[in-house]
């Protein structure tokens, strides 16, 4: 199994930058594929970043490419999501997530058998 603990979430004003980490721990938690996903009220769940679990091969939503990085330390456990130039429309619980299921980088949050608790982004503008 796979536990996954966002952090980072907070309140900012648009144009300003804000950065989540997620830490993974368990026995598969190395070399998988990795992702942060957000869910906006009354939307439904979005992928916005995906990073391999072998090399840094990337992934990025049209919605916010450009505005975001996906960073991984594999010797930490950790998976960084740096976003900037944030928007009202950002606003949304972020979460962490992880598939044990396929190396692939899917979008499909189906494909995600492991999530985070989400932490909360909330921009004013």
């Known amino acids: 199994h796979v536990q996954l603990v966002e952090s980072g979430g907070g309140l900012v004003q648009a144009g300003e930058s804000l950065n989540l980490s997620c830490v993974a721990s368990g026995r598969t938690s190395r070399n998988v594929v990795m992702a942060w996903f957000r869910q906006a009220p009354a939307k439904e769940r979005e992928v916005v970043a995906i990073?391999?679990?072998?090399?840094?091969?990337?992934w990025y939503a049209d919605s916010m490419k450009g505005r975001i990085a996906i960073l991984r330390d594999n010797a930490r456990n950790t998976v960084a999501l740096r976003m900037n130039s944030l928007k009202s429309e950002d606003t949304a619980v972020y979460y962490c997530a992880a598939t044990s299921l396929t190396k692939n980088l899917v979008n499909d949050a189906s494909w995600y058998n492991y999530w985070g608790q989400g932490t909360q982004v909330t921009v004013s503008s």
């Open positions: 990073i391999s679990g072998t090399d840094t091969t990337t």
